[in-house]
C-alpha cells in the first residue's frame, strides 16, 4: 500500500557537475530506489540542469510548486538540492504546511510535523546557506585575484598567458585554449552595428535591416534592442574584457578602437531617459590596442 504521493526534485548547479555524487543520474536512482522500497508513489522527477539552489529561479522548482495539488510531499536526497538560502526554505515550508503538504530529505531523514524536527531542519538549512555564501566568497576572491595577475606583468607574459575570466564568449569571438579568438563571420554584424550606429541609425533600425538580412545572432534569433545595446556597450569589442569594473587588455582582434567606442556610450548615456543610468564607462584610448586593416581581414576570413 502506497505511503503517498512525492514530488521528487533533483538539482545540480554548474561548479557542482564535477564533484562526486551530485550527478543527476546519481541522485535519481538512489532516489527512486528509496521510493521502490519505501512504498512512495512518484508523481514526476522534476530536474533542474544548471542551476544554482540560492534562488528560486529554476524552471523544474516552479513547475513542481505549481503542480502542488497533485503530490502530498516533497522529496530530495539532500536538503541543500531543495534551497541554498534560509528565507526561500522557509517561505517554502510556509507554502506546504498551509497546503498540507510533506517535505521529506532522504539523507537528513527529519520528520517535518514534529517541532524537533523542524528546528533541526531549519539549523541544517542556515548551515547550507553559511556554506554557499562561503563558497561565493572564495570564488570571487579567486576571480579578483586572477583579473588582477591578468593586468600585471609587461606585455609578452600577458600575450603567453592570457586567459578569459570564464565568461562565456561574446558574439565574435570563440574560445580556444581558454584564450579569446576572432570569428570573423560575427564580427562582420558587429562591425555593421558599431558602424550603423555612430552614423546615426536607431537600434529599432539596425535590429530591422539586420533581420531583413537574415545576419541573426549566434543562436539564430532575431536582433532586439536589448541584445544590441548589449553589443555597443560590451568593451571587449575595444579590446578589453571586463570583470566588476576591471578592465584587461585581451589578444583578440578589436572590432573598433576605443575612441569610437568611447564617443558611443557618450551618446547613449545622452539617450538614457534614467539619471542613473548615464554613468560612461571608458576604455582607456592611451594603450597601444591595434586595429586590422581591411586587407588583414578579408586575408584571415
Known sequence: MS???????????????????????????????????????????????????????????????????HWDSILVLKMDRIHRNTRNFLEMMDVLQKKGKNFKSKSEKLDTTTAMGNFVMRLIQSIA???????????????????????????????????????????????????????FDEQYVVDLIFDLYYHGETMDSICYSLNRQGLLTRKNNPWTKYNLR????????????????????HDATPVVTPEMFNSIQEHMAKNTRDPAKRKVCYVPVDDDVEMPSEEDRKSSE
Open 230 to 249: 548589449n553589443i555597443l556597450h560590451n568593451p571587449v569589442y575595444a579590446g578589453y574584457m571586463r570583470w566588476n569594473d576591471i578592465l584587461i587588455k
Open 129 to 183: 546557506q553559511l556554506e554557499s555564501e562561503q563558497i561565493g566568497e572564495r570564488t570571487f576572491d579567486g576571480m579578483h585575484q586572477k583579473a588582477m595577475m591578468l593586468t600585471e606583468g609587461d606585455g609578452s607574459e600577458k600575450n603567453m598567458d592570457k586567459r578569459t575570466m570564464g565568461f562565456t564568449p561574446p558574439f565574435g569571438y570563440r574560445l580556444e585554449d581558454g584564450k579569446l579568438v576572432d570569428d
Open 3 to 69: 505511503r503517498g504521493t512525492v514530488a521528487v526534485y533533483i538539482r545540480v548547479s554548474t561548479e557542482e557537475q564535477a564533484k562526486e555524487g551530485y550527478s543527476l543520474s546519481a541522485q535519481q536512482k538512489i532516489l527512486e530506489e528509496f521510493c521502490s522500497y519505501s512504498d512512495y508513489e512518484i508523481y514526476k522527477i522534476y530536474i533542474d540542469d544548471g542551476f544554482s539552489g540560492r534562488n528560486t529561479r529554476r524552471p523544474a522548482y516552479r513547475e513542481m510548486m505549481a503542480d502542488i495539488e
